[in-house]
């Protein structure tokens, strides 16, 4: 095996003279690396920041050409780590790129609580944004000999997830040492430190509920019951948790509002190993009853990847009527709807589903299962 992956979106076509470059994602899935990687990959003089610096703080923020102008004479590409932490950057980027000649800007937030709002506005027309996930499997091919050997480690995949530390960790125990630090000292902290909370226990415990409906749909009233919190401080806290990079939404397709369920979403981890780092829950396939959730999450996490990886757009749903009728993934692109059914044994059972759509031509249904999925994620 290696022990380099290299991201789909490490593409220096991505930098643009006074356009900025926007890199988000969760905390740990390397940000930073690939930052590094393009600015190295460009010519001129770099200037490398972090937003946790006060100086660097001080300075962006000050929002005067007078300050900035000579901050940065000469500099032909800006890149800041950690840019959320700077008040109001979106602003002050929007100064920097309509003023600077020549000067092309990169920078990372793992945060959209204050890099989404902060840079929305402001860099209308101005700005690049990508989505980094952890790995997706079209990367770890890579680390394989082929997709063959790539399959017979799916497991690793559903257990331990594929944060970059996670995947290249040589041994169990490293690999659950690595999840449970994730977890414990970086996801959680940033959520307590984002939203102002004194105590962690509601929101965590929230985040376990959610950790074994993991795929089902949810019901926010339900969810308050058992937490013992109001149905409004769950939904913000379910949006704390999306913005946090930990969860991540579907929401129902409706082709006909009278027989569609549509007051319920599904909620999915970003990250298999985050989600069993949540729960403690480590062991191995044939020794535990949640398999389909946990290839389930995997594959509708792998979509979401690859359409961040690739830069293509398309819209993602899940489809249930009131006569128990479902189907799993509806991807719409172009005119069409494709519909797939995930089912981690290759032997399951698809029901027929009556599903059809006025608005756009439906395909044959996918199924998508543990021995075929890497058709459907490496092309």
Known sequence: ????????????????????????????????????????????????????????????SSRQL????????????LAIDEAHEIKEIGK???????????????????????IEQATGEPLVGRKTVVHLYP????????????????????????V???????ILAETINEKIETITGIVNSYLMKDILAFANLRGALPIFNLLKLLAFQMGSEVSLNELSDKVGIDIKTVGRYIELLE?????KRLTPYSPNRRREITSKNKYYFIDNGIRNGTISQFNGIENRNDIGPLFENFIVMEFFKKQANDR???????????????????????????????????????????????????????????ENYLEFLLD
Do not use: C
């Open 160 to 166: 331990f997830g594929s944060y970059p530390e996670a």
């Open 312 to 370: 293509a757009y398309g819209e993602l749903y899940f489809w249930r009527n009131y006569d128990k009728q479902e189907i799993d993934l509806l991807l719409i692109k172009d005119g069409y709807i494709q519909p797939y059914e995930i089912k981690y044994n290759p032997k399951a059972k698809i029901k027929k589903t009556s599903f059809s759509d006025n608005n756009h031509e439906v395909l044959p249904v996918k199924v998508i299962n543990s």
């Open 66 to 77: 007078e300050v900035l102008e000579p901050w940065l004479s000469g500099i032909s590409l």
């Open 1 to 60: 095996m290696k022990n380099y992956i290299k991201r789909k979106l490490d593409n220096p076509s991505l930098l643009r003279k006074n356009k900025v470059l926007v890199i988000y994602g969760p905390r740990r899935v390397g940000k930073t690396t690939i930052m590094d990687s393009l600015i190295g990959s460009t010519g001129g003089q770099i200037k490398r920041v972090t937003g946790d610096d006060i100086s660097v703080q001080t300075t962006i």
């Open 135 to 158: 790995f997706a499997q079209q990367e770890v091919l890579s680390l394989y000999s082929n997709a063959y050997e790539l399959r017979e480690n799916l497991v690793n995949y559903l």
């Open 92 to 114: 002050a980027l929007k100064l920097i790129v309509d003023n600077i000649e020549e000067i092309t800007v990169v920078i990372t937030g793992s945060s959209s609580f204050n």
């Open 243 to 247: 913005k946090s990079f930990i969860i």
